[in-house]
């Protein structure tokens, strides 16, 4: 189906990254939202078919400047993106995304004399976020008075920059790094972090289109539900009523434990959210106070 503007009329335009690490999470909060579509074959503007929304299937870094210009209504990407476009005063990080959680980093060879980013000041850094590293080094250069030729130089790469060092172009770079394995292939180490990131949903600060706002809201509390039900995990048990307080200090909930009285005298049955990354260690304390017939359920969606 060939896109045109009149089909775009009346639609909330929503950003999606085209490719990359962030795209295919993005697909599945798209179905976690309830967000029916069909891209035809290399078409980057498509229509929900049960909303009146147009999904925009852009490159991570044009996100920010377009949501940022009023020309796209919502959009998804990393922090780090908005930073690097310069784009924090004009777009609004309305969710968290809980993935693509990373962190930009200044790495120098293991091997280097430098121990701190102070250290490499006024050496050669390479990196693909030249603004952010242009940011961060400019202010230490001005701490330490460093001027002209002194001062630290920021060159761009697209890509590969771990490279940098070991090819003789830079004494540092600063790159992202999650696992860290990119890093320690190429013999590098981080000697300290410029910024931590994760995927966000963004709007714009000034939205031309505020008739679209309650779509964005609506949509907005879909996807929180759907990060939360992917954040945590519902646990249900048996408790001896006496240890009841003990264990809803384990398992507080989110704004409080469920308890229900069970046949059997003296025991109730608590149940509550936890965070999923927690499970194990609540149900190992849990079990340390004698509760017993420990369940967890995974959750498909919620609304908290
Ligand atoms: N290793 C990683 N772990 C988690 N998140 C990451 C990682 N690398 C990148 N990201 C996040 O994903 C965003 C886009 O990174 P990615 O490398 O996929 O983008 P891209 O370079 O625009 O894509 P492509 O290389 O396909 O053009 C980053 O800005 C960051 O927010
Ligand atoms: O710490 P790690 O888990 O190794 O991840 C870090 C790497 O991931 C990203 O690159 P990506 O693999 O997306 O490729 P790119 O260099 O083409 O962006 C980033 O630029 C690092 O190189």
Not at 99 to 124: H, I, M, N, W
Not at 217 to 232: F, P, Q
Request: overall charge negative; proline content about 4%; hydrophobic content about 40%.
């Amino acid at each position: 189906m060939a896109m045109n503007a009149e089909s775009l009329e009346g639609r909330m335009l929503f950003a999606i990254p085209k490719k990359g690490r962030l795209h295919e999470k993005c697909l599945s909060i798209l179905a976690g939202a309830d967000i029916q579509f069909r891209r035809p074959n290399r078409l980057d503007v498509c229509v929900a078919l049960n909303h009146p929304i147009a999904l925009v299937f852009l490159p991570a870094s044009d996100i920010p400047s377009f949501v940022g210009k009023g020309n796209i209504d919502l959009g998804i990407t990393g922090h780090d993106v908005v930073l690097e476009g310069a784009m924090e005063d004009f777009v609004t990080e309305i969710l968290r995304l809980n993935f693509g959680k990373c962190s930009l980093q200044v790495q120098v060879p293991e091997s280097s004399p430098c121990k701190t980013s102070t250290d490499l000041a006024g050496k050669r850094v390479v990196t693909s976020f030249e603004v952010v590293a242009a940011r961060y080094f400019g202010e230490i250069d001005d701490k330490l008075g460093l001027k002209g030729e002194q001062r630290t130089k920021i060159e761009y790469v697209g890509g590969s920059v771990e490279a940098a060092c070991s090819l003789g172009l830079a004494d540092g770079i600063i790159d992202l790094v999650e696992s860290g394995d990119t890093m320690r292939a190429a013999g590098l180490h981080a000697i300290s972090t410029v910024l931590e990131t994760e995927a966000v949903l963004i709007k714009s600060t000034k939205p031309k289109n505020p008739q679209f706002d309650p779509i964005i809201e609506m949509i907005t509390k879909r996807i929180a539900g759907v990060i939360a039900a992917s954040k945590y995990v519902y646990i249900q048990y048996n408790v001896e009523r006496t240890h009841m307080e003990a264990a809803t200090r384990i398992t507080p909930g989110r704004r409080a434990a469920t308890i229900s009285p069970l046949e059997q005298d003296n025991w109730v049955a608590v149940s509550a959210m936890v965070e999923k990354k927690k499970a194990a260690q609540i149900m190992d304390d849990l079990g340390r106070i004698g509760a017993e017939d420990l369940i967890i359920f995974n959750l498909d969606n919620c609304r908290v």
